[in-house]
């Protein structure tokens, strides 16, 4: 039997950032909702069996999107393997309940996390995570700073105060999609959800818990859909990759 590797898209945030409308996820990028962009970019790595591996997709989303998306990815995907269900109330709730629905893993089969507004992450950002793990526990997808940071101090008066200028080439941006052995990602949750964690990174919590975290190459162009900004940005990005035509299978 192949090895498996299991997509778990977390697709059941608020996105309140994105002001009233539509749902982020069901935003127009050139032609196509945010969420059937993602799902078409993980399509490409299923269909092609990347690795020999045997794929699963399991997204995770809200009350009110769970019977439009079932829609969609019948009429999109009919060949692929997605099962639905019911985010919680952080990130952290929504990828438990997500690792609740693999009922059917060995311990070194694949769990790629991936978030459902990165709608631009290319098939190359999410094989490098494959291949990282077959020498590294833990993988990510990320890019390397661009900007100066500064460490602040948070004043009483609501001041912020800069107390120092880190080296930004020791800094990497964490992107999505992030990877792990299903037993160890399995793990990790578990005692997060038992320790009342909550984290926005799911690497964080395989760093707090004792895995090593290795990055594999991202792109910037990998960004996340939270603000309508973001969509006239995505939307020019994709016109540079000359995907502009309406949406198909």
Do not use: W
């Not at 090895?3 to 990028?29: D, E």
């Not at 969420?35 to 269909?47: E, K, M, Q």
């Not at 941006?173 to 959800?193: N, S, V, W």
């Not at 859909?225 to 000359?242: F, H, K, L, M, N």
């Amino acid at each position: 039997m192949n090895r498996k590797c299991y997509f778990l898209i977390p697709a059941a945030g608020s996105g309140t950032r994105m002001g009233i409308g539509q749902p982020k996820l069901m935003r127009n990028v050139e032609g196509r909702p945010v969420i059937l962009r993602t799902l078409d970019a993980i399509a490409d790595v299923c269909r092609s069996n990347y690795a020999g591996l045997s794929y699963k997709i399991v997204l995770v989303t809200t009350g009110d999107l769970i019977g439009i998306l079932k829609a969609m990815c019948a009429e999109y995907f009919p060949d692929l393997n997605i099962i639905f269900t019911l985010g919680g109330n952080t990130r952290t709730e929504s990828v438990s309940l997500g690792l609740n629905m693999i009922n059917d893993a060995d311990d070194n089969d694949l769990v790629l996390v991936h978030d459902g507004a990165r709608c631009l992450v290319t098939s190359e950002e999410i094989t490098a995570c494959i291949d990282g793990l077959d020498e590294h526990p833990v993988c990510a997808s990320a890019v390397p700073v661009k900007n100066t940071l500064k460490e602040v101090e948070i004043l009483p008066s609501c001041g912020v105060k800069v107390i120092d200028t880190p080296d930004r080439s020791r800094f990497y941006e964490i992107l999505t999609p992030q990877g792990f052995r299903f037993k160890d990602i399995e793990t990790c949750y578990m005692r997060a959800m038992d320790d009342g964690i909550s984290a926005t990174d799911d690497t964080a919590l395989a760093t707090l818990y004792g895995l090593d975290v290795y990055l594999t190459k991202g792109l910037y162009s990998n960004l996340k859909i939270t603000t309508p900004e973001d969509i006239a940005i995505a939307s020019e990005i994709v016109r540079t990759r000359g995907e502009s035509e309406p949406f198909h299978d």
